[in-house]
């Protein structure tokens, strides 16, 4: 028996093909009608077809999300939220419009409509990560969970196969951790190698061919999975790395978690190999950490932190905060062990190389 608790969040989710057409209905079943929709600059045209789509029932755009949710970013957009009197947000885009979106809902208490267009899994959850000062800090607040998830297929054609490929594996990083972790619940790990599965069947042919609208929708499903599991229960080792290499050192988000996951499953593969036999088995491979590690080269992920801008000398540093705030993880955190996991992780060794003859 695993004992557990587990508490369901609750979201609506409208999931198919042409769905951002129904925006309008969403707004008008929840009796709103002064949107502001938010996008980044790159999405800023679709974000204005949005509002012209909306008509009466939007009252602008505010095209300035970037990503970690910088403070003064929310700030800007407060202020248009307020001069005009917006009533809502729709936020469309990847993870950092999502943010923005949140960050906004902590302050005001203001209504989520989001239309993610990424696999980063931020609209299931009730977590927002800010940035002030050069520093990154993350809460849980069931304010910053979104109301309404409206999946749309058709968004995430214009998803480049680069970051297709990284932002499908940021979310199975979220199913991954979701399975170890120590507040897993059964159900939660049904969704989670749902996820993981229906992510490695669609990205392969995303690659082969960017347009597949049925590898596109489980892709979308898998990342709508792999979300609510990052929404539902707790992470280790590989957030916390990632956390850290892209709150300090700047690396990208979706990139570094290409690159760290299958050396963080290899570090903890050693404590939890049962709970993570259903990844080895997705990816058909002896071990989940050589299943990742094969999935990553088969589909021209980032190999090495060393691509990504890391330099090798704030390797060391980079292990240091890693253990200045203690946090739970099945493998015991060593920091000479920690440092060999980054190493690998630099050169784009295979994951665990540095771990053979240590203690496990
Ligand atoms: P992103 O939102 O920064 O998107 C990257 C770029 O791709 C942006 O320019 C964006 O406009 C563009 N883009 C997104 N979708 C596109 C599409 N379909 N077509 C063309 N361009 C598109 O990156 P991301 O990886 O989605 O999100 C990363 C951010 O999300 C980070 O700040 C991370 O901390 C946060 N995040 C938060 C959570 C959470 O639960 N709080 C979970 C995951 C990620």
């Not at 970013?73 to 999502?98: F, I, P």
């Not at 208490?109 to 002030?132: H, K, N």
């Not at 680069?162 to 979701?178: D, F, Q, R």
Request: glycine content about 10%.
């Amino acid at each position: 028996m695993y004992p557990f608790v587990y508490q369901p969040l609750s979201q609506r989710v409208v999931f198919g093909s042409g769905t951002i057409g129904q925006v309008g209905d969403e707004l008008s079943r929840m009796n709103l009608g002064r949107a502001l929709v938010l996008t980044t600059a790159q999405q800023e045209q679709s974000g204005r077809e949005l509002v012209e789509a909306l008509g009466a029932r939007a009252v602008g755009l505010f095209a300035g999300a970037v990503m970690h949710t910088p403070v003064d970013v929310t700030e800007a957009a407060l202020h248009q939220v307020e001069a005009l009197g917006a009533d809502c947000v729709v936020s469309l885009g990847g993870g950092s419009t999502v943010g923005l979106g949140k960050a906004i809902a902590l302050r005001t208490d203001l209504p989520q409509i989001v239309i993610p267009t990424s696999y980063a899994g931020s609209e299931a959850t009730p977590i927002l990560g800010q940035t002030e000062n050069g520093i990154k800090t993350t809460q849980r607040s069931l304010k910053v969970l979104p109301e309404v998830i409206i999946y749309d297929v058709d968004l995430t054609v214009s998803l480049p196969p680069k970051m297709t490929v990284t932002s499908g594996l940021n979310a199975i990083a979220h199913a991954v951790e979701g399975l170890y972790t120590q507040d897993r619940n059964p159900i939660i790990s049904i969704i989670a190698r749902e996820g993981i599965a229906a992510l490695a069947r669609a990205l392969p042919a995303i690659i082969k061919r960017e347009d597949d609208l049925e590898a596109r929708a489980d892709a979308l499903y898998g990342a709508w999975a792999c979300g609510t599991v990052l929404g539902a229960v707790g992470m280790a080792l590989h957030h916390k790395v990632c956390h850290v290499l892209g709150g300090s050192f700047d690396l990208p988000h979706a990139e570094t978690h290409a690159v760290i996951l299958p050396h963080a499953v290899a570090y903890n593969e050693r404590a939890v190999a049962e709970e993570l036999a259903p990844v080895a088995d997705i990816f058909a491979s002896p071990t989940a950490a050589a299943g990742l590690w094969e999935f990553s080269k088969t589909t021209g992920a980032p190999l090495t932190l060393a691509e990504l801008g890391m330099a090798e000398a704030d390797l060391d540093r980079a292990v240091e905060i890693m253990l200045a705030n203690p946090y739970w993880n099945p493998q015991p955190l060593v920091g000479e062990q920690l440092r060999g996991m980054l190493d690998d992780a630099f050169f784009g060794r295979a994951p665990g190389t540095s771990l053979q003859g240590q203690p496990s």
